[in-house]
């Protein structure tokens, strides 16, 4: 508490020092009464402006404060929300640079914030920076959660997502081009990209268990490049590109399900699944009643356990690409613009992975795998588009686009178990000194991952008049997929070649009132996977209307479909979206927005599928895999595999100044969704199938004069799923967000 | 059939090889920007120096000119106003006769958007614009910025993104309003951070490293191996196989709400397609995830356990 009240102390002081300085700054001009664009401030040749806003924001919570993380996130706390900086020199002759813009928001604990600065020197230099930070808090508890049924004993469910993460992404970009308006310029880049912060996982081994997964990837990225300008119109630019990937993330065993052993032989973790009843992590053996007692002690010594897990996969991926382009305008009635990249990725894993405990099924109670993980990238790229005006009125464009590689792989498994000397004996409790080391089993695999994918568009563009035009075209693409495993002496080689006819219109009968109009349309005469589609086809009618210059209106509809006809697939697909959109602001004092969005989506194939629960509709109503020419004894049962949802969205805002220095904003907004998918598990809930997510919102902003304005928002977040939670914590909740704020801009 | 193919896929590349044939020559003089661009001053107006527009547009010369990025064109001997206008002796002679110079307001599409690329087009980034999308749809330069009366200084925008781009791709919108979507509009990143609106050789626009990667690993750069042991699909559909990049109902950004159906939809016999897992679905996980925990790709196990 003292904490907090000690933080508001220091905003409270803070803001009244920028009060006074602010006072201090514009004495004497607070005459005007309306909220002007401010003026500046000039200082050494340099025209400023400046603004920056600081508050505080309160959030009061009702329900799972993991899924208001998940999809939320926003906090209570003090806040820089937001600042920009422009300087401009008045005669462009600045010292170090002509102009310099930063603008950032989102410091102080908001889970995305972010830098963009810019500074040039008028032909001498231009440079940009950008840094971005976001924080994802992503507790989701259907994700990866194993269902642990309430007849388990003992019943443990699993009120979180075993796979949760709660990383960082740190982005940082930086490129600097030199001489950016001669004939020979150059250019200098760097990136980084940064994700760390704990994030959790699961392993299987006899059971699964729970990891602590501690994310560190680093991503490295140069850029070195120039332009030639040898003619008018023609350019020619080299690049080279180092992208160096470090993958040093590492798992831990974290507990979940832990059981003292008998005889204070110490604690097992016994995994995420409690399913004693299908033997999960084991069976309950008879006395007992319960896999662990109330005392906590485990009564089946003969169980799938972990005394320990790690593992490290410190992955090195260097990436080298050269990359050269030309665009020309040189040659009459032609645009021409092509480049090829040449890229040799080559990456090094060795993987160091011990496990000690008990895997029942191979009576296995220590395990080292290790083994030095290889693969190099190789890649060609090279496309152009040329565009050749014909007349006056035709244009030809031809987009084409090569992409090949190869990836050789491979990886060396040395495998050391330690297996009970005693089948019948091979308990928890059994020590290392009653197991046998077996000899290492090295197993080399080799393999090699290959894809050549090409396409070729080619385009007539006919402008008819200056309201009308069409364009009608063909794309053809084929792609080569060969998958080749050594050891096996196995290939997978599939050839698809596409064929698609595309045909667009395009109408403007007054000049405030458009139409567009896209059509295309694909026939594969094969698959790589097994819902690939053999049929897909687009159609969008677009128009946008603008009766008035304060009135923008705007509709649309998008629609997809694909299809792969096979008798043993019947794979559908479709996307169907119709809104529109309405923005009016008849008055400075008064706007208006409003929008609406219907979705219909839906993805179905044949699935066989294997499931004991003849409750269920799909197991009641499914068919049978082999009487319909499936050859797949293990999974038995055939049904239609649908997933199915409607999603509404709408949203309304309206703005509103009673008074010159009083602004006024209302809004809300609405995602409903409602669908249909078979249930598999009578513990499997609906989780995100059908729900309602509501957003309303309120601001005010009042102008204080003196450059400063105060301002206060409102911001209500419902998430409410509408089915049952199954074995999992409920996942509503509602939350009010208050933000209140002083911005001060000069 | 095999010929029969091989000679369709030929005249399919060769079309617009002949097309080029037919009608290539190199540039005279001038260039083709130049050409395409209506001229109504002809070549008897003179370059007269963005002083001399100043004496007349003070204001738009002061505001809407000198403080934009545009400014740059008067510098080393650059012809300022006149970069994009063209020659305005003619127009002051003619007392600002509005048709004896260039107007963007009356220039076709194609001439407008000619002018710009004579010095944008060397840009990496808007060197397929005529070649693109949005140039095939009638929509040109002007469309999206305004040299003079932008409203977002950056880029010169007659609109800040995303609701620049929303005014037409309004199931965009309503995509990145769902529960689980990309952090666009919370200003974290940007349609153009994936999308290039001036043109790519890749459909819809989407940005692709240059060693062909999906632009996709740029921020999720753990998933871009190589891998020991790739999952086909990454590779050969994308991620949108999978995934709704911009927004979706279902966590991880997931296509269905169930992530078993997903893998069961292609992993479901071996007849047509991988072999599909042996579990039952009445006793086991609610998400094959949860064993085949590295699904995006592994290095040590070729069914993703590590």
Redesign the interface.
Known sequence: MSTSWFRIERLLIIVSLLNCAARAQSAGSDTDQSPAAPEGWETGGYMIHQSTEIGYRLSYLTGSQEMYNTLVDLRTGPRFLEQSLLMQSEDHTGLLFDDLSIDSFGWGGDPNNALHARIDKGRWYDFRAAFRRNQTDFDYNLLANPLNPPTSSPSIPVTFSPHYFSTRRRMEDFDLTLLPQSKVDFRLGYSRNNMTGPSYSSVHEGTDAWLYQNWNTTLNSYRIGADLKPLPGTVISYDQFLDYYKGDTNWQLAPFGTALLPAGAGTVTLGLPFDTANKNPCAVTPPATSLIDPSGTLTNIDCNGYFAYNRTDRIRTSTPTERLSLRTTSIQRLELSASYAYSSADMNAPLNEFFNGLTTRTDTRQETVTGPGHATNISNVADFTATVHLSEHFRLVDTFRFWSYRIPQSFISTETSWTCNSSANCTLLTPLSATTQGPPTVTPDELSFNQNWTTNESDVIWDITKHMGARVGFRYGDQLFNQLEYAADEQNRVVVHGYTPLAAFWAKPMPNLRFNFDFEHTNNDNTIVRIGPRKESRYRIQANYTPKPWAVLGGGINLWQASNGNRLIDYQGHNRNYGFTASLMPRERFSFEFAYNYTQYQQNALICFNDSATSLPVVANAGSCTANGYDEPSNPLLTNGIYQSSTNYGMGSVMFKPLPRLTTQMGYSITSTGGQTPQFNVLQPFGSLQYNYQQPLANVAVDIGHELTLKAGWNYYQYNEQSFVGPTDPRYFHANNATFSLRWAF | MKKR?TLK?FL??A??AI??LL??????AD???D??ATSPQKDSAQYVGSDVCKTCHEELYKKNFE?T?H??TT??N?HGCESCHGPGSAHVEGGGDVTKILNFETM?K?DADARC??CH??K?EQ??F??SVHA???LGCLDCHSPHHAKE??HLLVQAQPNLC??????A??DF????HH?VD????QCSDCHNVH?T??LKQVR??????AVCV??H??K???????H??V???GCS?CHTPHGS????YL???????LC???H??????PA????????K???C???H?MIHGS??S?VF??
């Open positions: 193919r896929e399919v590349l079309t617009p097309f080029l009608f290539l020559r190199p540039t005279p260039s083709q920007t050409k395409n403080a990025p400014f740059k510098l080393q650059g076709s194609q690329l004579s087009g060397e990496h060197r397929h005529s070649a095939g749809n009638d200084a950056a929303y005014g037409c791709h309004a199931s919108k309503a309003a769902r529960p689980y952090r919370e200003g974290l990143i043109g050789t890749t692709a490293l240059p060693s062909g990667d740029n921020c750069a753990d871009r191996g190589p891998f020991v042991y790739e086909v699909p590779k050969t559909e196989s109902n279902n966590a991880r296509r269905v709400s169930q992530v078993n159906l069961l939809q292609c479901s016999f071996p007849a047509q397609g599909g897992p042996a579990h039952n679905q009445a006793t996980y609610q998400a995830t949860m064993c925990a290095n040590a070729n356990f590590r």
